[in-house]
Structure formats: structure tokens, C-alpha cells
């Protein structure tokens, strides 16, 4: 790798930073903020009853997860290639998949409800509870785009932060 790279003058790393920061602001969320509008109380959150009323219109259809650049889930597939060779395969997956997370005793989250829930909890709750409050969103508003019915991460924390019973 030593002899792909080069040193480079603090003034480059300024420079890119700058643009860096420029493209940032360009993007559709990059001004959206929750911070301390999600309630801290991951409990409370978690069994909050606004889950069902904002997951009621999704399709499940994983759009979402595909276009997100930090969803990073996947699933591992063996295929007989033969009757003594078995090959495996790393796929690419979403917890919005009603397969996700199948064990041989069934699904730990059955219901689309529940699937729904782990996904923006992650992204808005354990994600920024384990990265100094960072949200799992780069603001690129790819879900914003993509989303047949329209539902995404802003939509979301919204109905979160509003809500009186989390």
C-alpha cells in the first residue's frame, strides 16, 4: 500500500476537508437534527405504541436498506454445487426482510412491526448511544427518494419526538 499513497501538505487535507464539508451541506438532510428530541429512555422508546401506527404503511420492501450506504446487514447461503461440494455465499440482507435473523427455532422478530422498529431504533437509538450521539444517517436522502409510500428516517424521528406516549 506504501507505494500507492504519498505524503501530502496540511493545506491539502484543509483544502479537502472544506469540500468535504461543502458537499455535506448540499445534501437533503444535512440539517436535520433530533438530537435531545428523541427521548434518552430507550424502554420507553422501544415499547412506545406509535411503532405500529408509523410502520402500518410499509411495504417492506427493503428499498430502504438497499440504498442506505451504512446498512450493512447480510445473511449466509450454502448452495450444493454437487452431491459432495457445497459452496457459501455472503448476501447482502435487511432487517426489514421477513426472513432476517432466521434461526432454526423461527424469527426472533416475527411481525413487520417489530422489524420496522429494530431498523430506526438502530439508526436513532443504539446507534448514537455507542457513537458519541452520531445517528446512523449520512443525510444523502437516498430513503427519501426511493421509498414507494413515501416513508423514511425524518418521518420517523418526527413521529417520535411528538409522540406523548414514549
Known sequence: VADLLEEAEASQGEEQ????KDEHEKMPLANF????????????TF???IWEEISA???SCCTCTYVCPTCHCYDIRDYAV????????RCWDSCLASDFTKMA???????KVERFRQ???HKLVYFPNNNEGDFACVGCGRCLQKCPVNLNIVKVAKALE?????
Open 33 to 44: 437534527k433530533v438530537a435531545g428530541k428523541i427521548p434518552q429512555d430507550e424502554l420507553k
Open 47 to 49: 415499547n412506545s405504541k
Open 17 to 20: 476537508a472544506a469540500v468535504t
Open 57 to 59: 404503511g410499509c411495504l
Open 82 to 89: 454437487s452431491d459432495n461440494h457445497t459452496e457459501r455465499y
Open 105 to 111: 427455532h423461527g424469527n426472533p422478530r416475527k411481525t
Open 162 to 166: 411528538v409522540s406523548e406516549d414514549v
Open 119 to 121: 431498523r430506526y431504533m
